[in-house]
């Protein structure tokens, strides 16, 4: 009895040898660097600081979109904030409907409400899974009131 069970151990096991964490294959561990694209890199004293996305094979990273803008409403600021996601995705060769993880960071968790009227159906019927925290003392960087990335495929 216990052979057969180490047997059938062994067999599962061997069964997922080619999935990651993300359920890829397990070439997609080893992919060069050359292979990762970015977009709208941001400098900081010529020096390259981060990327508004960066893709790898088929998956796609947003980085953290905010509006630094008035007025200073969670309404207005997540539908900026919606649409600048957007446009990275687009310019990625993603789209909404595409998106896996949300990540929302809110300056006042009192906003969670008005950020969720402006939020919902923006993803498509299958909307992916979200994470909202609100931020420690300081708030979201740049005066915005929410701040949003996420992780898509092509």
């Not at 009895?1 to 599962?12: D, E, V």
């Not at 595409?98 to 993880?101: A, F, S």
């Given at each position: 009895?216990?052979?057969?069970?180490?047997?059938?151990?062994?067999?599962?096991l061997?069964?997922?040898?080619?999935?990651?964490?993300?359920?890829l294959s397990?070439k997609?561990?080893v992919?060069?660097?050359?292979?990762k694209?970015v977009?709208?890199?941001?400098?900081?004293?010529d020096v390259?600081?981060?990327?508004?996305s960066?893709k790898l094979?088929?998956?796609?990273?947003?980085?953290g979109q905010?509006?630094?803008i008035?007025?200073?409403?969670?309404?207005?600021?997540?539908?900026i904030v919606l649409?600048?996601?957007?446009?990275?995705?687009v310019?990625?060769?993603?789209?909404?409907e595409?998106?896996?993880?949300v990540?929302?960071?809110?300056n006042?968790?009192?906003?969670?409400?008005g950020?969720n009227?402006?939020y919902?159906?923006r993803f498509g019927?299958?909307p992916?899974?979200?994470?909202?925290?609100a931020?420690?003392?300081?708030?979201?960087?740049?005066?915005?009131?929410?701040?949003?990335?996420?992780?898509?495929?092509?």
């Open positions: 009895m216990q052979t057969a069970r180490r047997s059938i151990l062994k067999k599962m061997a069964s997922l040898a080619g999935v990651s964490v993300f359920g397990a997609a561990n992919l060069d660097h050359d292979e694209e977009n709208n890199v941001t400098n900081h004293q390259p600081l981060f990327s508004g960066t094979g088929n998956m796609v990273f947003v980085a905010g509006a630094h008035a007025p200073f409403e969670i309404k207005a600021h997540t539908e649409k600048l996601l957007e446009s990275e995705l310019k990625a060769g993603s789209s909404m595409k998106v896996l993880k990540n929302v960071y809110l006042d968790i009192a906003d969670y409400a950020m009227e402006v919902k159906g019927k299958k992916p899974v979200r994470t909202t925290v931020v420690a003392k300081g708030g979201v960087p740049g005066n915005s009131l929410v701040e949003m990335d996420c992780i898509a495929y092509v």
